[in-house]
């Protein structure tokens, strides 16, 4: 379902909300204000899609209020701030989840790691920080997409953080910190075949050979690792690949 929200006096609000089918499974109000009012309950709701939306700072913990829900996406919306630790870690059967060109700033919560159905997380075009080694995507090992770039968080080159992440396909760190890998990660053979990795334009970027684990990699049909300090020897099928 497609909607816009209704105006009184002047303001759009959420308020009409409450009077929607209690079967909706998906609801899209892209483009909207939606600054005033409260947030709605459902059980049946899959999908809500609120991009360039004009949201209420507390968007994010009222959404508790939607268990079913599968695909969030709040990107554009000019929010701003920690992500809250309350509200959205609660939705365990979240598929998709878009905070993309937003204002965030600081660590991605622990809470992050109770997302345990997650596939698609793209957090791109913030100011997160931190290191990602140590953060709760460790933990998230459904992800298929993943895209952190245009951040200020801090990128170990091994991808150790993700050997266990067999789905995994999408991986794009743009215009982040890397890190140089540690000796004893060297070695590891990752589950993941990536088909789309993305290391580029690392901020303050050292020196640094080719990471291991693009050895074991046979699928990738994209690969950046342009404006790096990146040396070595790329792996020899690849070279083939592309002659």
């Not at 929607?20 to 999908?47: A, C, W, Y």
């Not at 789905?167 to 982040?176: A, I, V």
């Not at 990660?185 to 589950?191: A, E, S």
Request: hydrophobic fraction near 40%; aromatic fraction near 10%; charge should be negative.
């Amino acid at each position: 379902m497609l909607l816009e929200s209704t105006t009184v006096n002047g303001l759009r609000t959420l308020e009409f909300l409450q009077s929607l089918p209690i079967s909706l499974k998906t609801l899209s109000l892209k483009d909207t204000n939606l600054s005033q009012g409260t947030f709605f309950n459902s059980s049946t709701l899959e999908e809500l899609h609120l991009d360039n939306t004009s949201l209420p700072i507390n968007i994010l913990q009222n959404i508790r209020a939607l268990p079913a829900l599968k695909v969030l996406s709040v990107a554009e919306c000019d929010l701003h701030g920690t992500l809250p630790t309350q509200g959205w870690c609660e939705l365990k059967n979240l598929k998709q989840l878009d905070l993309a060109r937003n204002n965030f700033g600081g660590s991605l919560p622990d809470c992050f790691g109770n997302l345990s159905s997650l596939q698609l997380l793209d957090v791109s075009e913030n100011q997160f920080i931190g290191n990602i080694a140590s953060g709760p995507l460790t933990n998230l090992i459904s992800l298929e997409f993943l895209s952190l770039s245009n951040n200020l968080f801090e990128v170990p080159t091994s991808m150790k953080p993700f050997m266990n992440h067999s789905s995994l396909k999408f991986f794009s760190s743009e215009n982040n910190r890397l890190l140089t890998k540690l000796v004893a990660f060297d070695n590891l053979i990752p589950k993941f075949q990536l088909a789309f990795f993305r290391l580029s334009k690392t901020s303050e970027a050292p020196n640094v050979d080719i990471p291991d684990f693009l050895y074991y990699q046979y699928d990738l049909r994209v690969l950046d690792l342009s404006h790096n300090n990146i040396t070595g020897m790329f792996p020899s099928w690849l070279l083939k690949n592309n002659t």
